[in-house]
């Protein structure tokens, strides 16, 4: 059994989200930091198995643990474990703040995770304090260490794109990738509900730095079928390579290779998508996983051509911590 849709896409990758919750107050995302509403809790450790479980039945055999900030979670490991140990899952990503990465990296590895993505806004303290609302930058920069030394078969580092704040430190992230195999992502600042003037101050075209590296001599090499959205490029000189993510680019969505679950028990068809599908009440019982995958299967069967950022329609997409980013 394969999901797909009705324009011909086949979904390998699942954007698992285990938490809205984050302990950072990124300009971008959350500037006035995370605020609890009242409602019910995030999936438990079955429900998400149970969930990973349909997914990865139906063909997705790679997962991303997201939030928020997964690691949030006390019961995080828990989470990782039971997903891991599931027979047709791959690979098992999680994209983290790096908070106290230096000090669990080795533990996430024993726990299943194999590749890992950690966000860096700028390589420099005071501006990466402006941004996330944090004095941690020297701390992330230890954890992507401790990351190679826990011996993850993946490692990248996403860094936002946003003009005036870090737009000036380009060969500084690309001095990250020369001498070990880091995949260094730069991401297109996208619209989202919450920061629509912010969008028009710091928005840059991600045309831009593909641009600068090509004229730098670095070269676009083909995607692997259940890779992310980015474009990489690699160089003769460098170990490491550079990503780019670029929402806003002809045909971006035309290779949409994912689907994203939200911590409450939605299925979002697209980031900037008007809803989410309700599957909790499916989530309940290892009994129901047959009936959850025939409710997957006909959703996605209705997943659109495209996102329509570009016309300025951001969906039901408040910030990017609400489903997962």
Request: hydrophobic content about 40%.
């Amino acid at each position: 059994m394969r999901l797909s849709d009705g324009f011909g896409r086949t979904f390998k990758y699942l954007r698992l989200s285990v938490t809205e919750a984050c302990n950072f107050r990124c300009s971008y995302c959350l500037p006035n930091g995370y605020r609890k509403c009242a409602g019910p809790q995030p999936l438990s450790v079955d429900e998400l198995r149970r969930a990973a479980t349909a997914f990865s039945e139906l063909g997705l055999t790679k997962i991303r643990l997201t939030g928020g900030e997964p690691t949030v979670r006390k019961d995080f490991l828990e989470i990782a474990e039971a997903i891991s140990a599931l027979p047709n899952v791959q690979k098992l990503a999680l994209t983290t703040n790096g908070y106290k990465l230096e000090h669990r990296a080795t533990a996430f590895r024993n726990a299943g995770i194999n590749a890992i993505n950690i966000s860096l806004d700028s390589l420099d303290p005071q501006t990466f304090h402006s941004v996330t609302g944090h004095d941690r930058c020297n701390e992330v920069l230890r954890g992507i260490d401790a990351a190679f030394e826990a011996d993850f078969d993946s490692i990248k580092l996403n860094a936002v794109y946003l003009k005036g704040i870090n737009d000036l430190e380009l060969d500084a992230y690309l001095a990250l990738a020369k001498n070990r195999p880091l995949a260094v992502r730069f991401i297109e600042l996208m619209e989202t509900g919450d920061h629509p003037a912010y969008f028009k101050r710091h928005h840059i075209p991600a045309t831009v730095i593909a641009e600068k590296l090509e004229r730098a001599g670095w070269t676009k090499k083909l995607k692997a079928a259940d890779a992310g959205p980015a474009n990489e490029y690699v160089h003769p000189d460098y170990r490491g390579s550079i990503g780019l993510i670029a929402p806003y680019s002809k045909d971006f969505c035309k290779s949409c290779n994912r689907l994203r679950f939200s911590s409450m028990g939605k299925l979002h068809l697209c980031l900037f998508g008007e809803f989410g599908v309700p599957m909790r009440a499916l989530l309940q019982s290892d009994d129901q996983i047959e009936e959850l995958k025939a409710k997957l299967t006909k959703a996605v069967g209705q997943k659109v051509a495209s996102h329509q950022l570009a016309a300025g329609l951001t969906g039901q997409t408040s910030n990017l911590s609400s489903i997962g980013g």
